[in-house]
């Protein structure tokens, strides 16, 4: 990993005049007005980031200044291409470089914010940059502009949005070519610029760019813009509330991630509203970030609500909310699209009342609730209304506690919760966490909320809706976690464990030696249609340990599972893993949870800093014996040291491993030719790895 120094001098030499037929009147291209001061330097505040990450095969410099908020991509291997994702309107483009290799080009130099006017609403912004080839003749092909959403999965149906979504590439002078393309709706643009400083640009017939030079190593300066709405960051000094001594990059990473309106997922892939992301990632960092950061976790969350109180996983938003509407024969509009199909989500808001009331006072919960929606709905009223939710949700399992009357995930959907790829439950309906965690927590919320009188005035008879509250969490609490339940007798773990190792290439001996002759038991990761488990080992004792209080029984067991060494439980030198299908007798089952799935045996980086953080909940517990709160500060010390071994991983999503010469070795996830998907090089939640305290 790189850290690059705020904001380069001298950013005022990028001028040039734009002429964009049919698109934009003559106009000129200029650096962002925010940048001007003296002698044409760069004002340097706070609130301006200029770093890079160095992510496996793939350089990731960020950038924000003023309403600029951009993340440019660059291979390090592989086919060539250059990609920049815009917070505003989760948006970005792609450009492919042919007639060259990715060792060819130099890395990105020279960011710039530019502004210029539109025919639209609203200006273009984005940035400038320049890089050079080796090359003396390069063609760029396969341009995509739009929302990231369909960027990120252009290798499932490339031909197809290549024909979705054409450009017009009009050659502006000798060495200058544009790209330009409307939103769906006409609403939004966007725009690239690709200039050669020393030789000439040209079109061909078939829409490529041919850029050349006399014989010397191209020097090009790319330009992107788009018209969506930018958001208001939050300043990089104005994240935290007490003294936060962390890597710089951490910082960098949540502070590119922050703004007002609401906190982004992650980028490049997830750069807008996640509901989940955003609540967990609020909890980390409660105990250090300021008012002003977790407001704008919480108050985006409520605006998103549902009028059943449901709160929304994703935002389509931009083009994707046009595509949306597209392909549903709708009338095509930019309006947001919500999406409630997660059911986790529903039940984490409640908690992050109750921790904002503890972190910052009652008075402050009463002005945040205080506030209305942009429909004009209090935001009180708004959280009743998830309360109400959740109660209506706990009723069938709290009136009959049989196993088919928990929550399971929605009719004819593979996802559900957080494990949201298609065997990220390993095939289960009734997921652990929600069950035996997340509903007993949201309802433990709910009395307290209810005893603190916060909806007095809005219910008709909050007394009895206290008591059935009460009675309905005794149950939930007491009666869901034992259909999770899974023993093994020894022969049958160390058979698994035996063949399991050789299946995947390492050795037993570790995972034997942890087994003992003594039985197995763990919780399921999930329950199957049929209600039997799925003997899957899990990190989501990460939700049990920070969101309730469990018994000593349940403790140990998830301390085993935790730091058992793989493929007896979790634990692995890159890290806790958070699946292990060794019990698993289908080979087709396991094949679901291997190294290469993004839920499979690969390391999440905020799944270690929510053991973390739970774990300090478990040890400042004043009802547990001090054997088991030695335990539990044992198993913080041993994690926090895997975590330090592996700390250049922490702000990317997840990685994986391999395992060669008696070791493991850290892998970035989506870069191998098995991945089934891409990691985020920033990721809000493993970012809030700053509010985890040792």
């Not at 984005?126 to 990120?152: N, P, Y």
């Not at 590119?256 to 989940?276: H, I, Q, V």
């Not at 839920?599 to 799944?607: A, L, M, P």
Request: proline share 4%; with cysteine.
């Amino acid at each position: 990993m790189q850290s690059v120094e705020i904001l380069k001098t001298g950013l005022s030499r990028f001028c040039a005049v734009i002429l964009l037929a049919g698109l934009l009147s003559a106009c000129q291209e200029t650096p962002d007005q925010s940048s001007s001061g003296k002698n044409n330097q760069p004002e340097t505040t706070q609130s301006e980031l200029e770093f890079s990450v160095v992510q496996g095969e793939q350089l990731n410099y960020f950038y924000r200044k003023g309403p600029v908020a951009a993340h440019v991509i660059k291979p390090i291997t592989k086919q060539p291409f250059f990609r920049v994702a815009f917070p505003a309107g989760n948006s970005g483009m792609q450009i492919q470089a042919t007639n060259s290799t990715t060792e060819d080009w130099g890395a990105v130099d020279n960011m710039t914010p530019i502004r210029f006017e539109s025919d639209k609403e609203r200006p273009f912004h984005g940035v400038s940059f320049d890089v050079s080839s080796a090359k003396s003749e390069v063609q760029l092909e396969e341009f995509l502009m739009g929302s990231i959403r369909t960027i990120r999965s252009f290798k499932f149906w490339a031909e197809e949005a290549l024909k979705e979504f054409p450009v017009t590439i009009e050659k502006v002078s000798d060495t200058k070519v544009h790209v330009v393309r409307d939103r769906l709706d006409k609403k939004e643009s966007y725009f690239v610029s690709v200039e050669v400083l020393n030789g000439s640009a040209s079109v061909t017939e078939d829409n490529k760019i041919n850029l050349s030079s006399d014989g010397e190593p191209l020097q090009l300066r790319i330009s992107a813009a788009t018209t969506e709405k930018t958001l208001s960051p939050i300043p990089k000094d104005a994240l935290f509330r007490t003294d936060v001594k962390a890597e710089e990059e951490t910082k960098n990473v949540l502070a590119f991630l922050s703004y007002d309106e609401k906190l982004l997922a992650g980028s490049w892939r997830y750069l807008t509203y996640f509901g989940r992301d955003t609540l967990i990632s609020t909890k980390l960092l409660m105990p250090v970030a300021s008012q002003r950061v977790v407001e704008a976790g919480i108050a985006s969350t409520i605006e998103r609500l549902n009028p059943n109180g449901e709160v929304a996983h994703e935002e389509d938003i931009g083009e994707q909310a046009n595509l949306h509407r597209k392909w549903k024969d709708q009338p095509i509009s930019g309006e947001p699209i919500y999406d409630y199909k997660m059911i986790d989500d529903n039940l984490m808001l409640l908690p992050i009342v109750i921790d904002f009331e503890q972190a910052f006072g009652l008075d402050a919960l009463d002005a945040l609730l205080a506030r209305k929606t942009a429909s004009g709905v209090a935001y009180r009223e708004k959280l009743l209304r998830n309360l109400t939710f959740v109660m209506a949700e706990a009723t069938p399992f709290a009136k009959d506690p049989e196993a088919q009357n928990m929550l399971h995930i929605g009719e004819g959907l593979m996802v559900g919760e957080w494990r949201d790829s298609g065997g990220g439950l390993g095939g289960g309906r009734i997921p652990y966490d929600v069950n035996a965690v997340l509903m007993p927590a949201a309802l433990e919320a709910s009395i307290t909320l209810l005893e603190a009188g916060l909806f007095d005035g809005l219910v008709d008879d909050p007394a009895a809706l206290l008591a059935d509250a009460r009675k309905t969490e005794a149950v939930w609490r007491e009666k869901a976690p034992g259909y999770f339940m899974v023993k093994l007798d020894n022969a049958e773990a160390v058979e698994a464990i035996t063949n399991y190792s050789a299946e995947i290439g390492v050795p037993a001996d570790a995972a034997l030696e942890v087994v003992g002759s003594g039985e197995v038991e763990f919780d399921a990761l999930s329950l199957n249609a049929d209600l039997s488990p799925v003997k899957a080992m899990h990190s989501d004792y990460s939700f049990t340990l920070s969101y309730i209080d469990p018994d000593e029984a349940t403790l140990r067991r998830a301390l085993r599972v935790v730091l058992d060494q793989f493929p007896a439980g979790l634990y692995s030198s890159v890290g806790v893993v958070v699946a292990n299908p060794v019990y698993l007798k289908s080979a087709e089952a396991r094949d679901h949870l291997d190294n290469d799935k993004y839920h499979g045996t690969v390391v999440w980086s905020w799944q270690q800093a929510l053991l973390l953080s739970g774990l300090n909940r478990q040890i400042a517990r004043t009802d547990i014996s001090e054997e088991i709160r030695n335990e539990l500060i044992r198993a913080r010390d041993t994690i926090w040291q895997v975590v330090d071994d592996n700390s250049e991983a922490l702000p990317f999503e997840l990685w994986s491993w391999s395992y060669a010469d008696g070791q493991f070795k850290t892998e970035p996830f989506g870069q191998r030719e098995d991945d089934e998907t891409e990691s985020n090089a920033a990721q809000l939640w493993s970012a809030a790895f700053l509010g985890v305290l040792r």
